[in-house]
């Protein structure tokens, strides 16, 4: 599955990319993220509770960023396990376009789900993905939009 969208970020590229590779804002910004720790420059490690339809889940996963053009442009890729709900794996390319004080972040985002997961149906799974990638850039516009993040 694939997903790609935008969303206009309200702060500099640089401030936004930054972001990004912090691990507190991460922290706060992906839906059901428990705890990340980073293991290196490039490397982090995340626990994440989900819920797509009824299948609800605790992921540990592996995390890689590589920076292709910082800060205008880097890929992650990953994979976590869910225990008897399965596995998801994948990665996304993200780009960062600077506006004026605003950057415009685009993403197309790729997933293989496996286990029970995988039984939920890719209509489910889309749009539970969608959903969750649209809440974790509004957490992130958000996070970014505060006094104390500037």
């Not at 804002?25 to 059901?32: A, N, S, V």
């Not at 039984?119 to 505060?146: D, H, P, V, Y």
């Given at each position: 599955?694939e997903?790609?969208?935008?969303?206009?970020?309200?702060?500099?590229?640089?401030?936004?990319?930054?972001?990004?590779?912090?691990?507190?804002?991460?922290?706060?910004?992906i839906?059901?993220?428990?705890?990340?720790t980073?293991?290196?420059?490039?490397?982090?490690?995340?626990?994440?509770?989900l819920?797509?339809?009824?299948?609800?889940?605790?992921?540990?996963?592996?995390?890689?960023?590589?920076?292709?053009?910082?800060?205008?442009?880097?890929?992650?890729?990953?994979?976590?396990?869910?225990?008897?709900?399965g596995?998801?794996?994948?990665?996304?390319?993200?780009?960062?376009?600077?506006?004026?004080?605003?950057?415009?972040?685009?993403?197309?985002?790729?997933?293989?789900?496996?286990?029970?997961?995988?039984?939920?149906?890719?209509?489910?799974?889309?749009?539970?993905?969608?959903?969750?990638?649209?809440q974790?850039?509004?957490?992130?516009?958000?996070?970014?939009?505060?006094?104390?993040?500037?």
């Amino acid at each position: 599955m694939e997903l790609t969208d935008e969303i206009t970020i309200p702060a500099p590229q640089a401030q936004v990319y930054a972001a990004l590779n912090d691990t507190d804002i991460l922290r706060k910004c992906i839906p059901g993220c428990e705890e990340i720790t980073r293991h290196s420059e490039t490397e982090l490690e995340a626990k994440v509770v989900l819920k797509i339809g009824p299948v609800k889940a605790r992921f540990t996963g592996a995390v890689t960023l590589e920076p292709l053009d910082p800060p205008r442009e880097f890929q992650l890729t990953g994979s976590g396990t869910g225990g008897a709900a399965g596995f998801a794996k994948g990665g996304a390319h993200i780009v960062l376009e600077e506006d004026g004080t605003q950057t415009l972040l685009r993403y197309t985002a790729r997933a293989d789900v496996g286990g029970k997961l995988a039984q939920l149906g890719s209509r489910l799974i889309m749009g539970t993905s969608r959903k969750l990638a649209a809440q974790f850039f509004s957490n992130l516009a958000a996070e970014l939009s505060t006094p104390e993040s500037a």
